[in-house]
């Protein structure tokens, strides 16, 4: 914008006023961008520095963690201790293979399940598109505390109770409706017509998906299996209502946070942390893709 | 945003697109449909509220009436009856079994019929354990008959085939469990009810003649369990509790997360990382922000040592205690205003998209200022998105959970959703939990529909 302004002044010889009022502009711009870089970086603060402290906990010697004050200064000294007795304490680790067994249960399920239904929403004008839209809409939006209860009592009745399936089988309905929209919105960013062209080169309707949408939607749909893993793996309420002996990580440490100590919950709270830090990365240009859709 | 693709002019329904929805709305209406039902019919339904009697100890005889459970009831005559094969295995069952036994009677003669096993003192048994073959015990009161009957079937109503003496060796050819059924007695609203019950809803008490109902068989429907709930010590609590946390924590998340879709919308230089940082929190669970947050206002935490090392106090202040209730629910709102303020950002960054560039531009040039520009273009155009995020984090903010249980355990601040977990695991009283989860429920949909009517009514008004 500043190019243009430059161009344009060149051009026309401006007056001394019009170059007072465009310097005027220039700073006020400058001014603005320098406040927006402020304010950004205070948000960031904000975010940034209660993950410095924990991680700066789970980082050193529980002596260390047990202290006070504590300095501000972290990972001093740096130390596994903590972290290895978070993970050497009871239930952590067959916690730990409940919830990765449970989310990749939940992630493959709800991508199985919401692949075909998020094409056909973006590809299909079909009679209740827009009531089945709505529908997973409502749906997304109802509380997990509504649909423990029934289902622990259902499962319990059925002997399903406590096991990381049915805890997996509930986590998949609870991430379906978004994962749904999510497809549907990565497939509609891929142009029918990319389809049609290879249906007109002899392609049947599934080959010209398998061979030309599959390999442009995969890092869509890759992006929306990660989330569906961090949302299982962060689930607690369902997860301490379904299980008593197969818990999963986050309903293991709340159950035991009672009688922990604080080394035990620190470490905990930034193990848990650990995929977010990891994940959000890889998908945050996705993250509108996903979330933008179920504002339309 | 789509492309329709259904061939013009073809009248024929096309299927395609209803099998490829079908197994999400199978899945939908099996795990999220039917137990939404089924919670609803839990906290308004009490199973086994009364007890069916009859007039025979038959399932399908006759209705003699019914009683609730708790009731007091005499016991009047017991009587074995065959158990439906799919309910033979349950544990609860009082039974007994009956062998029929063939041996000689008092006369010497060949009888084959049934009798108790309690009659029967087991000699031998094949290799599957079954009973083959015993003798008659003998019967140790004077004043009764000495004699053991031998009935045609399995029932002591039945006919009797003839008599053995005690020691009498038999054959034991056959066995039949039955349930015990009771004729019971009971006074209820003022009637006395009389009729035959399976012994398993009853509890005897000492010497068999009296009992109580202890389980019913047929459910009803019931206010008790929303009275339970409602009259808890801490259902208003957690009611205000649950509502203060909403009135607080959305209006700061909204106006942090305009300021946040702002910056990133700014196209700064690294807006990429802010972006990153920005969204971090859209990952974590509310336990971990539950336990970073702690690590912050714990008696050995960071505020006190930064306070301390700023020299502002002298001794650690204790923020998380039963005196100090304000500073829980400090900690709690700024827990969840850190976590999920980032789900507040992504939805208005991509309504902030869908504004084109050129009506800011233009409001720019015009002279307006960025107070002018959020408050005439963006929040106007933004309506539709934050309505959605509104409903999203009200109804969000309805399940804080975690975060309340890290920072008080759960009893000295409570919320709705804790109480759900108190009642379902501690007191694991399921239904006033069910009742629980629909009041929720409950209050989600009425603020959805608030927010909904709330925005139509503004535009209708713009209009």
């Known amino acids: 914008m500043t190019g243009a302004a430059d161009v344009q002044s060149k051009v026309v010889q401006a007056s001394p006023e019009v170059k007072a009022i465009h310097r005027r502009m220039l700073r006020r711009q400058r001014l603005g961008r320098a406040l927006t870089y402020l304010v950004g970086i205070l948000i960031s603060l904000w975010v940034l520095i209660p993950i410095w402290f924990i991680a700066s906990m789970a980082l050193t010697t529980p002596v260390e963690v047990r202290s006070y004050p504590k300095s501000i200064l972290p990972f001093i000294p740096l130390s596994t201790d903590t972290m290895e007795f978070f993970l050497n304490s009871r239930g952590i680790l067959p916690g730990l293979r409940n919830s990765i067994v449970v989310a990749l249960i939940t992630l493959t399920l709800s991508i199985l399940i919401a692949s075909p239904a998020g094409y056909a929403i973006s590809r299909f004008i079909f009679r209740g598109r827009n009531i089945f839209r709505l529908s997973i809409l409502a749906v997304r939006a109802f509380p997990i505390v509504v649909l423990s209860i029934p289902l622990a009592v259902v499962f319990l009745r059925t002997g399903i109770y406590d096991s990381v399936y049915s805890l997996a089988l509930m986590h998949t309905a609870l991430a379906l409706p978004t994962t749904i929209l999510v497809l549907s919105s990565v497939f509609s960013s891929i142009p029918y017509e990319l389809e049609e062209a290879a249906m007109v080169f002899g392609c049947s309707p599934f080959q010209a998906f398998r061979h030309v949408v599959f390999p442009l939607v995969l890092p869509g749909i890759a992006a929306s299996a990660i989330f569906t893993f961090v949302m299982s793996w962060n689930e607690v309420f369902a997860a301490t209502i379904l299980t008593v002996q197969n818990r999963t990580l986050p309903a293991q440490v709340l159950v035991t946070l009672n009688q922990s100590s604080e080394p035990y919950q620190f470490a905990g709270g930034f193990f848990m942390m650990i995929p977010a830090l990891i994940f959000i990365f890889f998908i945050r240009r996705y993250l509108f893709n996903m979330w933008g859709q179920i504002s339309k | ?463």
């Open chain 2, 1 to 463: 945003m789509t492309t329709a693709s259904r061939p013009k002019g073809r009248k024929k329904i096309n299927w395609a697109p209803y099998l490829l929805i079908l197994p999400s709305l199978i899945y939908l209406a099996l795990f999220f449909g039917w137990p939404m039902v089924q919670g609803l019919i839990l906290a308004v339904r009490e199973e086994g509220a009364l007890l069916t009697l009859r007039s025979e100890a038959d399932r399908d005889g006759n209705l003699a009436g019914q009683l609730p459970r708790g009731i007091q009831v005499g016991i009047l005559e017991r009587q074995g009856n065959p158990i439906p094969p799919e309910e033979a295995g349950q544990s609860n069952l009082l039974t007994e079994v009956w062998f029929r036994i063939r041996g000689q009677d008092t006369e010497g003669q060949l009888i084959e019929g049934w009798t108790p096993e309690r009659r029967i003192r087991v000699r031998e048994s094949d290799e599957s354990g079954r009973p083959v073959a015993g003798s008659v015990r003998s019967i140790l009161a004077s004043s009764a008959d000495p004699l053991t009957r031998i009935y045609t079937e399995a029932d002591e109503d039945s006919a009797v085939v003839g008599k053995m003496g005690a020691r009498a060796p038999v054959e034991i050819l056959d066995q039949a469990t039955l349930e015990v059924w009771f004729l019971i007695s009971g006074e209820f609203e003022n009637e006395t009810i009389e009729g035959w019950v399976p012994s398993r809803y009853i509890k005897t008490l000492s010497d068999g003649t009296q009992g109580r109902i202890e389980q019913g068989d047929t459910s009803q429907f019931t206010t008790k369990y929303i009275q339970k709930m409602v009259n808890d010590r801490f259902f208003w609590p957690a009611l205000r509790t649950t509502l203060l946390l909403i009135v607080l924590i959305i209006p700061a998340q909204f106006v942090l997360a305009i300021i946040m879709a702002l910056v990133i919308q700014a196209d700064l230089k690294g807006s990429g990382l802010f972006l990153y940082i920005f969204s971090i929190a859209l990952g974590v669970s509310d336990l971990a922000v539950g336990i970073l947050w702690y690590s912050i206002f714990t008696q050995s935490g960071y505020l006190n040592s930064i306070l301390q090392g700023l020299g502002l106090i002298d001794t650690p202040t204790i923020y998380l205690s039963a005196d100090t209730r304000y500073w829980i629910l400090i900690a709690i709102w700024l827990a969840e205003v850190w976590r999920a303020t980032a789900l507040v950002m992504v939805i208005v960054v991509a309504g902030m998209q869908a504004i084109s560039r050129e009506v800011l531009e233009a409001a720019e040039v015009f002279g307006a200022t960025l107070w002018q520009r959020i408050r005439y273009i963006i929040l106007p155009l933004l309506r539709p998105s934050l309505q959605v995020a509104l409903i999203l984090r009200t109804i969000l903010a309805f399940q804080v959970f975690a975060v309340v249980i890290v920072m008080g355990g759960g009893d000295i601040l409570t919320v709705l959703a804790n109480e759900t977990y108190r009642q379902y695991y501690d007191l694991r009283n399921f239904n006033v939990a069910a009742a629980y989860a629909s009041f929720i429920l409950l209050l989600s949909m009425i603020t959805s529909f608030f927010y909904l009517r709330a925005v139509r009514t503004q535009e209708e008004v713009a209009e």
